[in-house]
């Protein structure tokens, strides 16, 4: 394929996709704030602050300026939700109009309680393709087989992000339903805390799992009041996403809900960890006071995370919900 693509952020995720997508390319421009990464990266295609034994491939170029863009058919912003807004405006200034942006954040916007999606199309008034999944950055960046959902509302947006994306280990489906393909990624951030706690408490397996089918159950009913479809929870940006992040220990948020569960509580702020589902079972519950909907998961992991109450007794309110 005879593209240009721009990757902004050489962390795990960003690392990870320009490994596996450069073979589709001719030049990746992997974008790096500190240009020491930059610099490793031209000069031995190595980036050791994360993936110190893994070489990278030879047409990924580390750059440190925006301008180094312009011609990009498609950037992949792999940076956190809070960066987003000032990155796309500095970007914004710089891309073409016919440039495709293409975000891997998961997550709200604090202060508007907009999608990733619908931050950038406001600043760059054309829509955005939103790419969630369960996607380990380390498996991918070591091209093992991945599987991962786009979305977006423009057809020839999906259809090239998909060509660009997609290869032998990389499947990719893509849909329009860019409501529930984001609110899957946010949502299943309760969902592995739930879990987490329900570890921490040393809950028994069928007991945990019961819990699990009640809570996709609701995931569901959340992504249809909000405008999403139903279908959509069974993609790779639902199911797949949902049962990585309750399941398995590279989940910072089922982490999180293990240490409550445990009656250990955690101060981000001191320990320097950023834990997205706290924020996002806040702005959960009044989605679903507003919208009517009834979330025993969300209300359980409310009360053990925000409320501070007893995880032990959360859990058999939880339980005699069923």
Request: hydrophobic letters at 35%; charged letters at 25%.
């Amino acid at each position: 394929m005879t593209l240009d693509i721009g990757v902004i952020g050489a962390g795990a995720m960003g690392t990870a996709i320009s490994q596996s997508i450069a073979e589709n390319v001719n030049n990746l421009f992997l974008y790096a704030r500190k240009k020491e990464i930059c610099d490793e990266i031209n000069s031995n295609h190595y980036n050791s602050q994360y993936y110190p034994n893994l070489k990278l491939k030879e047409n990924i170029i580390g750059i440190n300026d925006f301008n180094k863009l312009k011609e990009a058919s498609i950037i992949f912003l792999c940076i956190p939700s809070s960066t987003i807004r000032e990155v796309t405006s500095e970007l914004n200034k710089i891309i073409s109009k016919d440039c495709i942006l293409v975000t891997t954040a998961k997550g709200i916007e604090s202060n508007t309680n907009k999608r990733m999606t619908e931050v950038i199309e406001e600043i760059t008034d054309r829509p955005a393709v939103a790419l969630s999944g369960p996607n380990i950055a380390s498996e991918m960046a070591k091209n093992l087989s991945t599987a991962t959902t786009i979305a977006c509302s423009n057809d020839n947006y999906l259809n090239s992000v998909k060509k660009a994306l997609e290869t032998k280990k990389f499947k990719v489906n893509a849909n329009t339903d860019v409501t529930g393909t984001e609110f899957c990624g946010i949502i299943k951030n309760v969902l592995a805390i739930s879990q987490g706690i329900c570890e921490g408490l040393d809950i028994n397996d069928n007991a945990r799992f019961a819990l699990f089918t009640k809570s996709y159950s609701e995931v569901k009913e959340i992504i249809e009041a909000l405008g999403g479809k139903r279908d959509t929870v069974d993609d790779y940006c639902g199911f797949g996403d949902i049962i990585t992040a309750s399941t398995l220990s590279v989940s910072r948020n089922h982490t999180l809900g293990v240490l409550y569960g445990q009656g250990i509580i955690v101060d981000e702020k001191s320990s320097g960890i950023l834990f997205e589902g706290r924020n996002t079972t806040v702005i959960m519950k009044d989605i679903c006071e507003k919208y009517g909907v009834e979330s025993l998961t969300v209300d359980f992991v409310y009360e053990v995370i925000v409320d501070k109450k007893n995880p032990r007794l959360a859990f058999n309110k939880f339980w005699d919900g069923l």
